[in-house]
């Protein structure tokens, strides 16, 4: 058995690969295409084992030649179901991105569409300011993608994994159309300086039958612990919340719920634990179904209050802990 993916993105198709330092930028058509992923590859470990960090061609996957036609990608998702769109991290190519857009889909077992929007996020450790000079020529793109999905008639459910996480902040247009459900979107491991995010989120809606923001954190995320920048990784102090660096914890008072990830994955840095937790995976399944996930959770940690921006009573969620 196999699970269809589609794609879309800006890099540019040269000799039967795709070319991440060939980068179309806003002017430029993106290319769209569908991806055929063998049932084989359920882990990213798995998907790791299959190629040497290179576009190489990986045996189990059987990836359509890109169009730039956007009503013949929206003909391809018509009549799916709801649509789910997945924003990959740093460093990660084609090949990387299409492999983990598989695991998301089967972390939270979607039955409709799954669009993964791979973009050049970098080669190399090294080139990070060059991925995020990307990531900001992205936003238009993904914009125009959120809005070529909507035309299908579902709200916005999307994913950003990592740097995935600060371009789907960056690319949510400020007002989204209620709708018979509420747009649904996740921040994991979002590397996104956290006044940033707070600015962008503070811009929505606050109505959670419009709009519901997730954000997963864990406080021994080294990744973005040991970065340089006031990201937004957890600390757990009295007062609850959060907060990273000495920056106000403000940022994560409008987020709606925020989970702590921490003890999700053993492995590592413990960045990757929204492909490798099995509770992470059931609290994927349940936000994008509408249901409660607040029944299994394992541990509350505390209450984070979320403000209003008029002179109302402030709103509070459970913090929570997951562990496997």
Known sequence: ?????????PSKYVAGRFESHEFQFVDAALQYG???????????TTARMAYR?????????????????????????????????????????FLKAIL?????????????PLVVFSWPSGETLTDYEGALARLRACVGPVRGLMALMQALGFPLFAGGYSMGGRLLAEAVPPVLQPMERA??????????L?????????SQPHNDTVIMNLLLGSKQDGALRSSKRAHTWFLWGDGGGSRAGDISVSWCLHLGDTVDCTGAS?????????????????????YYNGRSYHGWV?????????KTNNAGPSRCHDCLVLSD
Not at 59 to 87: K, N, T, V, W, Y
Not at 183 to 192: E, K, P, S
């Open 1 to 9: 058995m196999s699970s269809t993916l589609y794609y879309a993105t």
């Open 34 to 44: 569908r991806v055929d992923v063998s049932e084989g590859y359920d882990s990213v």
């Open 53 to 93: 960090e290179s576009n190489e061609h990986i045996a189990g996957l059987a990836i359509s030649e890109p169009h730039s036609s956007a009503d013949d990608f929206l003909l391809l998702l018509s009549g799916r179901g709801q649509p789910l769109l997945f924003l990959p991290g740093f460093k990660t190519n």
């Open 100 to 112: 983990q857009a598989f695991c998301f889909k089967r972390a939270a077992k979607h039955t409709g």
């Open 183 to 192: 747009h649904r979107l996740l921040y994991a491991a979002a590397d996104i």
């Open 194 to 202: 956290q006044d940033r995010l707070a600015q962008l989120v503070e």
């Open 266 to 286: 053993s492995t590592g840095k413990r960045h990757n634990y929204l492909l490798r937790s099995g509770n992470v995976s059931r609290l994927l399944e349940d």
């Open 298 to 306: 394992p541990k509350q940690l505390g209450v984070i209050f979320r």
